[in-house]
């Protein structure tokens, strides 16, 4: 294992590639700033591919989520970012929660579940109400499966409600998102260097 720390970006749009997505704008602000603390990126947008719905670690024949959650344990962060529809978070955003479910019933040989030691950011971006409801459930479901959730870094942007103005049209990012998108970067890189150096001990 290297010293450096990288991030992955699950990128929970409904929008496919290459469709210019607020979510993917908002995910990609946490992604800069997560850099200015040495921790590089990637980003997935997991509508381009294939995830079968179920709770197992590989659905079969053509399931793309096992190669995706090969990205996701190798990744000392994980950006999870989804928009709001219908005050909830993305259909995408629940099937990916879903399959992480499978990693409960994965343990180490210290008997510690496959996802401890990793830290998770939770993104929400959209143009109705619901962005403190959305939080916490990813933070809620991404702390059952093991992913440590940092101070303060609940990532998130509300446009006006019913209006049709979405965070990619901004001239220039709030100064409440940007100052909580460095929070949050820094309390992750914080967290997930710790966590390399001294990793939660056995259960």
Request: overall charge negative; aromatic content about 4%.
């Amino acid at each position: 294992m290297t010293d450096e720390l990288t991030a992955l970006v699950l990128n929970c749009t409904l929008k496919p590639s290459p469709a210019e997505s607020s979510t993917d704008q908002l995910a990609g602000l946490v992604v800069a700033q997560l850099s200015t603390h040495g921790v590089s990126g990637d980003s997935v947008r997991v509508v381009d591919h294939d995830l079968k719905p179920g709770v197992e670690r590989d659905m079969g024949a053509g399931d793309e989520w096992p190669a995706l959650l090969e990205r996701v344990l190798a990744a000392d962060v994980l950006v999870f970012a989804t928009p709001t529809w219908l005050g909830q978070p993305s259909s995408v955003a629940q099937r990916v929660l879903e399959r992480l479910d499978a990693e409960l019933a994965q343990i180490d040989d210290a008997g510690r579940p496959s996802l401890f030691d990793r830290i998770a950011v939770p993104v929400v971006v959209g143009n109705e109400d619901g962005a403190h409801h959305i939080v916490g459930i990813l933070a809620q479901a991404l702390s059952d499966v093991g992913f440590t959730i940092p101070a303060q870094s609940g990532v998130y942007w509300n446009g006006e409600a019913m209006s049709s103005n979405d965070f990619k049209d901004l001239s220039q990012v709030p100064d409440p998102v940007d100052s909580t998108a460095k929070t949050a970067a820094s309390n992750a890189a914080h967290l997930a260097r710790l966590l390399r150096e001294a990793p939660f001990p056995a259960v």
